[in-house]
Nanobody, 123 residues
């Protein structure tokens, strides 16, 4: 699976962005997907994950109620809608794909990674 993330940019605190991750290669609809992020000087952290059907989602506590992960298997694309953005959401966001699970918070359960898209939230 090849993954291409897009949609990052500069936004003011309280604003919104929608990230997209377009997949090609293997059967996308059979993969669970996730979003991770890495802030400057910090380790990569889990943000959200979604099952292959879209019926199961998990979020890290800090984004619950603000971020929504979704997918469109017909378009081979997964999305991360980010609302009420905060300065601490500033990071490079990565999408990733894995198989044989309904989703995962663990980065080592993912087999494929996109190149990342930068989100900068100004306070």
């Amino acid at each position: 699976v090849q993954l291409q993330a897009s949609g990052g940019g500069l936004v003011q605190a309280g604003g919104s962005l929608r990230l997209s991750c377009a997949a090609s290669g293997r059967t996308f609809s059979r993969e669970f997907m996730g979003w991770f992020r890495q802030a400057p000087g910090k380790e990569r952290e889990f943000v959200a994950t979604i099952s292959w059907s879209g019926g199961t989602t998990y979020y890290t506590e800090s984004v619950k109620g603000r971020f929504t992960i979704s997918r469109d298997n017909a378009k081979n694309t997964v999305y991360l809608q980010m609302n009420s953005l905060k300065a601490e959401d500033t990071a490079v966001y990565y999408c990733a794909a894995g198989s044989n699970l309904y989703g995962s918070r663990r980065s080592n359960n993912y087999n494929y990674w996109g190149q990342g898209t930068l989100v900068t939230v100004s306070s």
